[in-house]
């Protein structure tokens, strides 16, 4: 089972950037696909960003397309989420996912995954 842990997170102001990486350990990230998911208070997680195992393929939700990039870096074990233009709106605690399904798509639904981290909260003042 791969570990995961974010980082990154922070307080931030409406507008401002941050970038967000999940470390892997206990093995490879190379061949698997990688997800960002989001939760804020009273809602239910939610899919932000993915990755396939290739890197070839990526997706996002409609909410955060142009603003948010995702990346990987297999020599690393890392995947990252580039966050700019943050509104108030973004803040939540953002997870790392991991599918290890070897799909060739990217996973939009948090069942798809089956490795969580423990999350890294994210709050954006307006």
Known sequence: QVQLVE?????????????LSCAASGRTLSNYGMGWFRQAPGKEREFVAGISGTGRMTDSADSVKGRFTISRDNSKGTVYLQMNVLKPEDTAVYYCAADQSHRITVGLFAAEYDSWGQGTQVTVSS
Not at 7 to 19: F, I, T
């Open 7 to 19: 980082s990154g997170g922070g307080l931030v102001q409406a507008g401002d950037s941050l970038r």
